[in-house]
T-cell receptor
C-alpha cells in the first residue's frame, strides 16, 4: 500500500527566507502523481502544486516549486521568499495511477509552518 | 474566481440523527469528492462521484453514508445515523477530469454530541 511521510511536524522560517518541506512516499507504481495543499488556520484546503511521475521538469507555481527526486521517492516543497501569510499546515498527497480523476489520493500527516517576522 | 461552496460551515447534531452536508461544486467540473479530517489528523478520502454514480469509495464510507447529486448543481453527503466518531471537518472537492488537481470547499465542521 502506498504511504506518504512528512517527517517535520513543525517548521519555523524567517520572513523572506526560503524553506523546504519534506515529503517521501512509498510505492511500487510507475505512474502516479504528487500534490501539495495548504491549510491555513481558517481550515480550507488550497491546491498549490502538482507533479506527475513522468514529468521531466520539476513543477513550479509562482513562489512554490517541487523538488522531485523519483529515485529517492521524494517530492519536497520549496517555498521561496516566505511571507507571513504562508503560515499554515502543508499536506503532501499521493495520487495512485495517472487517472485524471482524483480517486485514491492519500494525504500525508502534514507539516505546520510558522513564518517569523 | 469560481469556487466550491459548502453549507453549513458548522453543524451540531445529536448522536443517532441524520445529517446532510451540502456542496455546490465548480460548474464545469465533472468529478466530485468528499473527504473528512478528524481534528488534528490527516485528511481521509471518503468517496468520489462521476457520471451520477460512485466511482470509488473508501472503507470509511459504509452503509451509513450516501451521496447524491439531486439537481445537477448540488452534491450532498448524507450520514444516516451519526456517531460521536463522525465528528470531523468534511470537505467537498471537485475537478475537471482534464487535470488531476481538485479544488476544495471551505469545509463543514460536523460536531456530534
Amino acid at each position: 500500500a502506498q504511504k506518504i511521510t512528512q517527517t517535520q511536524p513543525g517548521m519555523f522560517v524567517q520572513e523572506k527566507e526560503a524553506v523546504t518541506l519534506d515529503c517521501t512516499y512509498d510505492t511500487s507504481d510507475q505512474s502516479y502523481g504528487l500534490f501539495w495543499y495548504k491549510q491555513p488556520s481558517s481550515g480550507e484546503m488550497i491546491f498549490l502544486i502538482y507533479q506527475g511521475s513522468y514529468d521531466e521538469q520539476n513543477a513550479t507555481e509562482g513562489r512554490y516549486s517541487l523538488n522531485f527526486q523519483k529515485a529517492r521517492k521524494s517530492a519536497n516543497l520549496v517555498i521561496s521568499a516566505s511571507q507571513l501569510g504562508d503560515s499554515a499546515m502543508y499536506f503532501c498527497a499521493f495520487l495512485q495511477g495517472m487517472k485524471t480523476s482524483y480517486d485514491k489520493v492519500i494525504f500525508g500527516p502534514g507539516t505546520s509552518l510558522s513564518v517569523i517576522p | 474566481e469560481p469556487e466550491v461552496t459548502q453549507t453549513p460551515s458548522h453543524q451540531v447534531t445529536q448522536m443517532g440523527q441524520e445529517v446532510i452536508l451540502r456542496c455546490v461544486p465548480i460548474s464545469n467540473h465533472l468529478y466530485f469528492y468528499w473527504y473528512r479530517q478528524i481534528l488534528g489528523q490527516k485528511v481521509e478520502f471518503l468517496v468520489s462521484f462521476y457520471n451520477n454514480e460512485i466511482s470509488e469509495k473508501s472503507e470509511i464510507f459504509d452503509d451509513q453514508f450516501s451521496v447524491e447529486r439531486p439537481d445537477g448543481s448540488n452534491f450532498t453527503l448524507k450520514i444516516r445515523s451519526t456517531k460521536l466518531e463522525d465528528s470531523a471537518m468534511y470537505f467537498c472537492a471537485s475537478s475537471t477530469g482534464g487535470r488531476p488537481e481538485a479544488f476544495f470547499g471551505q469545509g463543514t465542521r460536523l460536531t456530534v454530541v
